[in-house]
Protein backbone atom coordinates (compact mmCIF):
# COMPACT_ATOMS: atom_id res chain seq x y z
CA UNK A 1 0.00 0.00 0.00
CA UNK A 2 1.44 3.29 -0.74
CA UNK A 3 1.68 6.06 2.18
CA UNK A 4 -1.06 8.70 2.02
CA UNK A 5 1.97 10.97 2.13
CA UNK A 6 3.28 9.72 -0.99
CA UNK A 7 -0.59 9.31 -2.80
CA UNK A 8 -0.91 13.01 -1.83
CA UNK A 9 2.62 14.44 -3.05
CA UNK A 10 1.73 12.23 -6.33
CA UNK A 11 -1.09 13.50 -6.71
CA UNK A 12 -0.13 16.95 -5.92
CA UNK A 13 2.75 17.04 -8.66
CA UNK A 14 0.56 15.14 -11.04
CA UNK A 15 -2.06 18.09 -10.79
CA UNK A 16 0.39 20.86 -11.00
CA UNK A 17 2.13 18.84 -13.99
CA UNK A 18 -1.39 19.42 -16.16
CA UNK A 19 -2.12 22.66 -14.48
CA UNK A 20 1.79 23.62 -15.83
CA UNK A 21 0.94 22.00 -19.73
CA UNK A 22 -2.58 23.86 -20.32
CA UNK A 23 -1.12 27.28 -19.19
CA UNK A 24 1.57 26.94 -21.50
CA UNK A 25 -1.07 25.60 -24.43
CA UNK A 26 -2.87 28.66 -23.49
CA UNK A 27 -0.41 31.01 -25.22
CA UNK A 28 -0.52 29.20 -28.33
CA UNK A 29 -4.23 28.78 -28.98
CA UNK A 30 -4.90 32.28 -27.96
CA UNK A 31 -1.74 33.01 -31.40
CA UNK A 32 -4.10 30.24 -33.52
CA UNK A 33 -7.27 32.05 -32.96
CA UNK A 34 -6.19 35.54 -33.68
CA UNK A 35 -4.59 34.57 -36.89
CA UNK A 36 -7.36 32.31 -37.70
CA UNK A 37 -9.71 36.01 -37.43
CA UNK A 38 -7.44 37.89 -39.48
CA UNK A 39 -6.84 35.45 -42.10
CA UNK A 40 -10.43 35.08 -42.36
CA UNK A 41 -10.40 38.92 -43.13
CA UNK A 42 -7.58 39.85 -45.13
CA UNK A 43 -7.17 39.27 -48.95
CA UNK A 44 -6.57 36.27 -48.31
CA UNK A 45 -9.95 34.77 -47.21
CA UNK A 46 -10.92 32.81 -49.88
CA UNK A 47 -7.40 30.41 -49.93
CA UNK A 48 -8.30 30.08 -46.36
CA UNK A 49 -11.82 29.05 -46.02
CA UNK A 50 -11.93 26.96 -49.65
CA UNK A 51 -8.34 25.63 -47.83
CA UNK A 52 -10.33 23.19 -45.40
CA UNK A 53 -13.01 22.51 -48.01
CA UNK A 54 -10.23 20.30 -50.05
CA UNK A 55 -10.76 16.74 -49.82
CA UNK A 56 -8.07 13.84 -47.87
CA UNK A 57 -7.90 10.68 -48.92
CA UNK A 58 -5.75 7.68 -46.99
CA UNK A 59 -6.36 5.07 -49.20
CA UNK A 60 -5.83 1.22 -49.51
CA UNK A 61 -7.31 0.06 -53.36
CA UNK A 62 -10.88 1.37 -52.89
CA UNK A 63 -11.39 1.79 -49.31
CA UNK A 64 -10.51 4.94 -47.95
CA UNK A 65 -10.30 5.55 -44.20
CA UNK A 66 -11.03 9.35 -44.33
CA UNK A 67 -14.62 9.10 -46.02
CA UNK A 68 -18.25 9.13 -44.67
CA UNK A 69 -20.87 7.73 -46.14
CA UNK A 70 -18.69 6.76 -49.42
CA UNK A 71 -17.87 10.40 -49.77
CA UNK A 72 -14.15 11.58 -48.90
CA UNK A 73 -14.11 13.95 -45.80
CA UNK A 74 -12.70 17.33 -46.24
CA UNK A 75 -9.62 18.88 -44.28
CA UNK A 76 -11.85 20.63 -41.51
CA UNK A 77 -14.09 17.00 -41.37
CA UNK A 78 -10.59 15.26 -40.63
CA UNK A 79 -9.65 18.30 -38.16
CA UNK A 80 -13.37 18.41 -36.50
CA UNK A 81 -13.83 14.75 -36.64
CA UNK A 82 -10.84 12.94 -36.17
CA UNK A 83 -8.05 15.21 -34.70
CA UNK A 84 -10.89 15.46 -32.53
CA UNK A 85 -11.31 12.25 -31.34
CA UNK A 86 -7.82 12.04 -30.60
CA UNK A 87 -8.25 15.48 -27.85
CA UNK A 88 -11.29 13.23 -25.97
CA UNK A 89 -8.83 10.38 -26.08
CA UNK A 90 -6.98 12.80 -24.16
CA UNK A 91 -9.31 14.59 -22.25
CA UNK A 92 -10.65 10.49 -21.37
CA UNK A 93 -7.06 9.82 -20.01
CA UNK A 94 -7.19 12.80 -18.11
CA UNK A 95 -10.18 12.09 -16.82
CA UNK A 96 -9.76 8.63 -15.89
CA UNK A 97 -7.01 9.10 -14.05
CA UNK A 98 -8.49 11.57 -11.65
CA UNK A 99 -11.29 9.58 -10.97
CA UNK A 100 -8.68 7.03 -10.19
CA UNK A 101 -6.17 8.51 -8.16
CA UNK A 102 -7.16 12.78 -8.45
CA UNK A 103 -9.64 15.23 -7.45
CA UNK A 104 -12.46 12.43 -8.67
CA UNK A 105 -10.72 9.83 -6.64
CA UNK A 106 -13.19 10.16 -3.93
CA UNK A 107 -16.58 11.83 -3.12
CA UNK A 108 -14.91 14.49 -0.47
CA UNK A 109 -12.37 15.75 -3.22
CA UNK A 110 -15.12 15.73 -6.44
CA UNK A 111 -18.14 16.65 -4.71
CA UNK A 112 -17.60 20.65 -4.98
CA UNK A 113 -16.20 20.89 -8.24
CA UNK A 114 -18.64 18.21 -9.85
CA UNK A 115 -21.60 20.44 -7.68
CA UNK A 116 -20.28 23.42 -9.54
CA UNK A 117 -19.52 22.02 -13.29
CA UNK A 118 -23.80 20.68 -12.73
CA UNK A 119 -25.21 24.44 -12.24
CA UNK A 120 -22.24 25.55 -14.99
CA UNK A 121 -23.81 23.35 -17.64
CA UNK A 122 -27.56 23.54 -16.31
CA UNK A 123 -27.92 27.61 -15.90
CA UNK A 124 -26.28 28.59 -18.94
CA UNK A 125 -29.14 26.04 -21.01
CA UNK A 126 -31.60 28.09 -18.93
CA UNK A 127 -30.30 31.50 -20.27
CA UNK A 128 -30.25 30.27 -23.89
CA UNK A 129 -33.40 28.90 -23.95
CA UNK A 130 -35.06 31.84 -22.46
CA UNK A 131 -32.89 34.59 -24.61
CA UNK A 132 -32.90 31.93 -27.94
CA UNK A 133 -36.11 33.25 -29.93
CA UNK A 134 -38.52 30.19 -30.37
CA UNK A 135 -37.06 28.55 -33.81
CA UNK A 136 -36.37 24.64 -33.50
CA UNK A 137 -32.99 25.04 -35.83
CA UNK A 138 -31.52 28.18 -33.33
CA UNK A 139 -32.87 25.94 -30.45
CA UNK A 140 -30.15 23.00 -31.27
CA UNK A 141 -27.60 25.16 -30.03
CA UNK A 142 -28.96 25.10 -26.84
CA UNK A 143 -25.79 22.95 -25.38
CA UNK A 144 -22.94 25.22 -26.84
CA UNK A 145 -22.41 27.79 -23.61
CA UNK A 146 -21.96 24.75 -21.35
CA UNK A 147 -18.73 24.15 -21.89
CA UNK A 148 -15.27 25.96 -20.08
CA UNK A 149 -11.70 26.18 -22.07
CA UNK A 150 -9.62 24.84 -19.60
CA UNK A 151 -6.34 25.84 -21.31
CA UNK A 152 -7.83 28.72 -21.61
CA UNK A 153 -9.19 29.34 -17.99
CA UNK A 154 -5.77 28.24 -16.34
CA UNK A 155 -4.07 30.35 -18.26
CA UNK A 156 -5.95 33.19 -17.15
CA UNK A 157 -5.43 32.17 -13.41
CA UNK A 158 -1.81 31.78 -14.32
CA UNK A 159 -1.54 35.69 -14.55
CA UNK A 160 -1.85 36.00 -10.69
CA UNK A 161 0.79 33.46 -10.64
CA UNK A 162 1.34 32.74 -6.98
CA UNK A 163 -1.10 35.06 -5.43
CA UNK A 164 -3.60 32.09 -6.52
CA UNK A 165 -4.46 29.65 -3.39
CA UNK A 166 -3.73 26.14 -4.76
CA UNK A 167 -7.29 25.47 -3.34
CA UNK A 168 -8.55 27.99 -6.23
CA UNK A 169 -6.21 26.25 -8.72
CA UNK A 170 -7.45 22.63 -7.87
CA UNK A 171 -11.02 23.78 -8.21
CA UNK A 172 -10.99 25.31 -11.20
CA UNK A 173 -8.89 22.31 -12.84
CA UNK A 174 -11.23 20.00 -11.76
CA UNK A 175 -14.43 21.86 -12.44
CA UNK A 176 -13.16 21.98 -15.90
CA UNK A 177 -12.39 17.96 -15.89
CA UNK A 178 -15.75 16.98 -14.95
CA UNK A 179 -17.23 19.79 -17.20
CA UNK A 180 -15.82 18.15 -20.14
CA UNK A 181 -16.81 15.02 -18.78
CA UNK A 182 -20.57 16.50 -19.40
CA UNK A 183 -19.62 17.76 -22.83
CA UNK A 184 -18.67 14.01 -23.92
CA UNK A 185 -22.16 12.97 -22.22
CA UNK A 186 -24.00 15.43 -23.79
CA UNK A 187 -22.16 14.99 -26.87
CA UNK A 188 -22.87 11.18 -27.50
CA UNK A 189 -26.70 11.53 -26.21
CA UNK A 190 -27.49 14.33 -28.39
CA UNK A 191 -25.59 15.26 -31.47
CA UNK A 192 -25.53 11.76 -32.80
CA UNK A 193 -27.98 10.75 -36.11
CA UNK A 194 -29.10 8.05 -38.15
CA UNK A 195 -28.21 4.63 -36.32
CA UNK A 196 -26.13 2.40 -39.46
CA UNK A 197 -26.69 -1.08 -37.67
CA UNK A 198 -23.98 -2.92 -39.23
CA UNK A 199 -21.40 0.10 -38.12
CA UNK A 200 -23.26 -0.02 -34.85
CA UNK A 201 -22.42 -3.70 -34.61
CA UNK A 202 -18.64 -3.35 -35.56
CA UNK A 203 -18.35 -0.64 -33.02
CA UNK A 204 -19.67 -2.82 -30.57
CA UNK A 205 -17.31 -5.73 -31.50
CA UNK A 206 -14.18 -3.36 -31.19
CA UNK A 207 -15.83 -1.90 -27.62
CA UNK A 208 -15.93 -5.49 -26.41
CA UNK A 209 -12.34 -6.53 -27.88
CA UNK A 210 -10.74 -3.45 -26.03
CA UNK A 211 -12.85 -4.37 -22.78
CA UNK A 212 -11.30 -7.69 -23.27
CA UNK A 213 -8.07 -6.88 -23.72
CA UNK A 214 -7.98 -4.32 -20.42
CA UNK A 215 -9.40 -7.37 -18.57
CA UNK A 216 -6.56 -9.50 -20.15
CA UNK A 217 -4.07 -7.17 -18.91
CA UNK A 218 -2.60 -6.36 -22.60
CA UNK A 219 -0.31 -3.46 -21.63
CA UNK A 220 0.78 -2.90 -25.45
CA UNK A 221 -0.46 0.36 -26.34
CA UNK A 222 -0.48 -0.05 -30.23
CA UNK A 223 -2.87 -2.61 -29.43
CA UNK A 224 -5.60 -0.10 -28.17
CA UNK A 225 -4.79 2.50 -30.47
CA UNK A 226 -5.06 0.25 -33.77
CA UNK A 227 -8.51 -1.35 -32.32
CA UNK A 228 -8.99 1.94 -31.94
CA UNK A 229 -8.83 3.37 -35.12
CA UNK A 230 -11.08 0.89 -36.81
CA UNK A 231 -13.60 1.88 -33.80
CA UNK A 232 -13.33 5.28 -35.03
CA UNK A 233 -14.02 4.48 -38.74
CA UNK A 234 -16.76 2.12 -37.11
CA UNK A 235 -18.36 5.12 -35.42
CA UNK A 236 -18.06 7.88 -37.79
CA UNK A 237 -20.40 5.51 -40.18
CA UNK A 238 -22.34 4.29 -37.33
CA UNK A 239 -24.13 7.72 -36.53
CA UNK A 240 -22.93 7.89 -33.18
CA UNK A 241 -20.25 11.02 -33.25
CA UNK A 242 -16.68 9.64 -34.13
CA UNK A 243 -15.22 12.05 -30.66
CA UNK A 244 -16.72 9.09 -28.42
CA UNK A 245 -14.21 6.43 -29.94
CA UNK A 246 -11.85 8.47 -28.32
CA UNK A 247 -12.99 8.69 -24.98
CA UNK A 248 -13.96 4.69 -25.11
CA UNK A 249 -10.38 3.97 -25.99
CA UNK A 250 -8.95 5.92 -23.18
CA UNK A 251 -11.66 4.01 -20.84
CA UNK A 252 -10.20 0.59 -21.82
CA UNK A 253 -6.54 1.57 -21.52
CA UNK A 254 -5.16 -0.22 -18.47
CA UNK A 255 -4.09 2.40 -15.55
CA UNK A 256 -2.30 -0.55 -13.29
CA UNK A 257 0.79 -2.59 -13.85
CA UNK A 258 0.63 -6.26 -14.82
CA UNK A 259 3.34 -7.15 -11.82
CA UNK A 260 2.83 -4.31 -9.33
CA UNK A 261 5.27 -1.42 -8.82
CA UNK A 262 6.88 -3.08 -6.36
CA UNK A 263 8.46 -6.06 -8.27
CA UNK A 264 9.35 -4.05 -11.03
CA UNK A 265 11.57 -1.59 -8.57
CA UNK A 266 13.00 -4.86 -6.66
CA UNK A 267 14.16 -6.16 -9.95
CA UNK A 268 15.65 -1.80 -10.89
CA UNK A 269 17.68 -2.43 -7.74
CA UNK A 270 19.08 -5.82 -7.66
CA UNK A 271 20.31 -5.09 -11.46
CA UNK A 272 22.40 -2.09 -9.74
CA UNK A 273 23.14 -3.87 -6.42
CA UNK A 274 24.93 -6.42 -9.04
CA UNK A 275 27.56 -3.77 -10.70
CA UNK A 276 30.94 -3.55 -8.78
CA UNK A 277 31.17 -0.49 -6.89
CA UNK A 278 34.06 1.48 -8.85
CA UNK A 279 36.11 4.87 -8.32
CA UNK A 280 34.84 7.28 -11.12
CA UNK A 281 36.16 10.78 -10.34
CA UNK A 282 38.27 11.92 -13.48
CA UNK A 283 37.69 8.86 -15.24
CA UNK A 284 36.73 9.43 -18.70
CA UNK A 285 37.17 6.09 -20.68
CA UNK A 286 34.91 3.73 -22.17
CA UNK A 287 34.43 0.68 -20.69
CA UNK A 288 33.37 -2.24 -22.68
CA UNK A 289 30.53 -3.97 -21.12
CA UNK A 290 30.19 -7.61 -20.92
CA UNK A 291 26.93 -9.37 -22.67
CA UNK A 292 26.20 -10.19 -19.12
CA UNK A 293 26.30 -6.46 -18.02
CA UNK A 294 24.03 -6.04 -21.10
CA UNK A 295 21.03 -8.13 -20.64
CA UNK A 296 21.23 -6.08 -16.76
CA UNK A 297 21.22 -3.09 -18.37
CA UNK A 298 18.45 -4.03 -20.68
CA UNK A 299 16.54 -5.44 -17.82
CA UNK A 300 16.50 -2.30 -15.90
CA UNK A 301 15.47 -0.23 -18.95
CA UNK A 302 12.61 -2.47 -19.27
CA UNK A 303 11.96 -2.45 -16.26
CA UNK A 304 11.56 1.30 -16.06
CA UNK A 305 9.42 1.51 -19.02
CA UNK A 306 6.89 -1.13 -17.32
CA UNK A 307 7.00 1.03 -14.35
CA UNK A 308 4.85 3.74 -15.98
CA UNK A 309 1.15 2.19 -16.61
CA UNK A 310 0.16 2.31 -20.67
CA UNK A 311 -2.47 5.14 -19.56
CA UNK A 312 -0.02 7.42 -18.11
CA UNK A 313 2.46 6.69 -20.58
CA UNK A 314 0.31 7.46 -23.76
CA UNK A 315 -1.58 10.76 -21.61
CA UNK A 316 2.54 12.13 -21.64
CA UNK A 317 3.26 11.15 -25.25
CA UNK A 318 0.08 12.71 -26.42
CA UNK A 319 0.43 15.55 -24.27
CA UNK A 320 2.13 18.15 -26.60
CA UNK A 321 0.91 16.64 -29.54
CA UNK A 322 -2.90 17.30 -28.24
CA UNK A 323 -2.04 21.45 -26.61
CA UNK A 324 0.70 21.95 -29.49
CA UNK A 325 -0.76 20.63 -32.61
CA UNK A 326 -4.57 19.87 -32.35
CA UNK A 327 -5.92 22.12 -30.42
CA UNK A 328 -4.11 25.02 -31.89
CA UNK A 329 -4.95 23.58 -35.47
CA UNK A 330 -8.75 23.41 -34.31
CA UNK A 331 -8.53 26.80 -33.38
CA UNK A 332 -6.99 28.06 -36.80
CA UNK A 333 -9.45 25.82 -39.23
CA UNK A 334 -12.64 26.82 -36.91
CA UNK A 335 -12.27 30.39 -35.38
CA UNK A 336 -12.60 32.10 -38.56
CA UNK A 337 -14.95 34.34 -39.05
CA UNK A 338 -15.76 36.70 -41.98
CA UNK A 339 -16.93 39.73 -40.12
CA UNK A 340 -18.13 41.19 -44.06
CA UNK A 341 -21.06 38.86 -43.91
CA UNK A 342 -21.86 39.54 -40.12
CA UNK A 343 -24.84 41.97 -39.25
CA UNK A 344 -24.16 44.57 -36.57
CA UNK A 345 -27.22 43.23 -34.47
CA UNK A 346 -26.06 39.52 -34.58
CA UNK A 347 -24.88 40.02 -31.01
CA UNK A 348 -27.74 41.51 -29.41
CA UNK A 349 -30.46 39.34 -30.86
CA UNK A 350 -30.69 35.83 -31.81
CA UNK A 351 -28.20 32.93 -31.18
CA UNK A 352 -24.81 35.08 -30.65
CA UNK A 353 -26.47 36.98 -27.68
CA UNK A 354 -27.84 33.83 -26.29
CA UNK A 355 -24.29 32.17 -26.28
CA UNK A 356 -23.09 35.64 -24.94
CA UNK A 357 -24.98 35.27 -21.92
CA UNK A 358 -24.78 31.91 -21.35
CA UNK A 359 -21.03 32.11 -20.81
CA UNK A 360 -20.78 35.48 -19.72
CA UNK A 361 -23.67 35.25 -16.73
CA UNK A 362 -24.90 31.20 -17.00
CA UNK A 363 -21.46 30.28 -16.12
CA UNK A 364 -21.10 32.28 -13.38
CA UNK A 365 -24.39 32.34 -11.62
CA UNK A 366 -24.60 28.21 -12.45
CA UNK A 367 -21.05 27.65 -10.50
CA UNK A 368 -21.31 29.91 -8.14
CA UNK A 369 -25.19 29.36 -6.98
CA UNK A 370 -24.57 26.28 -6.27
CA UNK A 371 -21.51 25.72 -5.17
CA UNK A 372 -22.68 28.68 -3.05
CA UNK A 373 -25.57 25.90 -1.89
CA UNK A 374 -24.00 23.04 -1.53
CA UNK A 375 -20.92 25.06 1.28
CA UNK A 376 -23.92 26.61 2.91
CA UNK A 377 -25.84 23.36 3.86
CA UNK A 378 -22.26 21.75 4.53
CA UNK A 379 -22.07 19.38 1.96
CA UNK A 380 -18.65 20.53 1.28
CA UNK A 381 -16.10 23.01 2.44
CA UNK A 382 -14.77 25.84 0.94
CA UNK A 383 -11.48 25.53 -0.84
CA UNK A 384 -8.80 26.23 1.35
CA UNK A 385 -6.88 29.83 1.38
CA UNK A 386 -9.68 31.71 -0.33
CA UNK A 387 -12.94 33.79 0.59
CA UNK A 388 -16.32 34.50 -1.62
CA UNK A 389 -14.92 37.17 -3.24
CA UNK A 390 -11.78 35.10 -5.09
CA UNK A 391 -13.98 32.24 -5.12
CA UNK A 392 -16.46 34.43 -7.28
CA UNK A 393 -13.74 35.28 -9.22
CA UNK A 394 -12.56 32.11 -10.51
CA UNK A 395 -16.57 31.16 -11.59
CA UNK A 396 -16.77 33.98 -13.51
CA UNK A 397 -13.56 32.55 -15.64
CA UNK A 398 -15.68 29.23 -15.91
CA UNK A 399 -17.24 31.69 -18.77
CA UNK A 400 -14.52 31.08 -21.07
CA UNK A 401 -15.35 28.63 -23.31
CA UNK A 402 -13.45 28.45 -26.67
CA UNK A 403 -12.84 24.21 -27.84
CA UNK A 404 -15.06 22.73 -26.90
CA UNK A 405 -18.05 25.36 -27.26
CA UNK A 406 -17.32 26.18 -30.88
CA UNK A 407 -17.42 22.18 -31.17
CA UNK A 408 -20.52 21.56 -30.02
CA UNK A 409 -21.49 24.80 -32.32
CA UNK A 410 -20.31 23.20 -35.35
CA UNK A 411 -22.13 20.11 -34.26
CA UNK A 412 -25.24 22.04 -33.90
CA UNK A 413 -25.29 24.25 -36.80
CA UNK A 414 -23.39 23.14 -39.94
CA UNK A 415 -25.48 21.27 -41.82
CA UNK A 416 -24.43 22.68 -45.14
CA UNK A 417 -26.62 24.99 -45.54
CA UNK A 418 -26.69 28.95 -46.05
CA UNK A 419 -28.62 29.71 -42.98
CA UNK A 420 -26.90 26.74 -40.50
CA UNK A 421 -23.32 28.66 -41.56
CA UNK A 422 -25.32 32.14 -40.23
CA UNK A 423 -26.37 30.77 -36.98
CA UNK A 424 -22.52 28.92 -37.05
CA UNK A 425 -20.68 32.27 -37.33
CA UNK A 426 -23.53 34.07 -34.86
CA UNK A 427 -22.59 31.46 -32.42
CA UNK A 428 -18.77 31.96 -33.10
CA UNK A 429 -18.62 35.14 -32.30
CA UNK A 430 -21.37 35.01 -29.31
CA UNK A 431 -18.16 32.44 -27.71
CA UNK A 432 -15.71 34.63 -28.41
CA UNK A 433 -17.07 38.04 -26.93
CA UNK A 434 -18.91 36.08 -24.33
CA UNK A 435 -14.82 34.49 -23.52
CA UNK A 436 -13.04 37.60 -23.43
CA UNK A 437 -15.63 39.48 -21.56
CA UNK A 438 -15.55 36.68 -18.64
CA UNK A 439 -11.35 36.99 -19.14
CA UNK A 440 -11.35 40.53 -17.90
CA UNK A 441 -13.73 40.65 -15.72
CA UNK A 442 -12.69 37.56 -14.10
CA UNK A 443 -8.63 39.28 -14.19
CA UNK A 444 -10.37 42.21 -12.80
CA UNK A 445 -11.75 40.67 -9.69
CA UNK A 446 -9.01 38.10 -9.32
CA UNK A 447 -6.69 41.54 -9.27
CA UNK A 448 -9.10 43.41 -6.44
CA UNK A 449 -10.10 40.14 -4.57
CA UNK A 450 -6.74 37.48 -4.41
CA UNK A 451 -4.44 38.26 -1.45
CA UNK A 452 -1.37 41.27 -2.72
CA UNK A 453 1.36 39.24 -1.35
CA UNK A 454 2.32 35.13 -2.88
CA UNK A 455 0.41 32.57 -1.50
CA UNK A 456 2.10 29.20 -1.12
CA UNK A 457 0.59 27.20 -4.22
Known sequence: MQPLESKEMSINYSLKSMIKRYVNASGVLIFFAILALLMANSPLKEQYFSFWEQEVHLSIGDFNLFSHNGHAMSIMAVINDFLMAMFFLSVGLEIKREILVGELSSMKKAMLPIIG????????????????????????????????????????LSIFSNRVPSGLKI???????????????VIALFYS???????????????????????????????????????????????????IAGVIVAFCIPASLKKGTPYYIERIRNNISSFPVTETAGKHNTVILSHDDIHKLKSIESAADKLISPLQALEDEFCHFINFIV????????????????????????????????????????????????????IVTMPKGCNWKSFAAVCMLC????????????????????????LLNEAKIGILCGSLASAIIGCIMLNMYLPKENTKA
Open 327 to 378: IPLFAFANVGIDFSSMEPGNLVNGVGLSVMCGLLFGKFIGVLSFSWAAIRCR
Open 171 to 185: FLATLAVADDLGGII
Open 193 to 243: SEMDIQFLLLALACTMLLIAGNKAKIMKKRFYLAIGVVLWFAMLNSGIHAT
Open 399 to 422: GIGLTVSIFIADLSYNNGSTTGMQ
Open 117 to 156: AMGGMLVPVIIFWLTCPNDAEMLRGVAIPMATDIAFSLGV
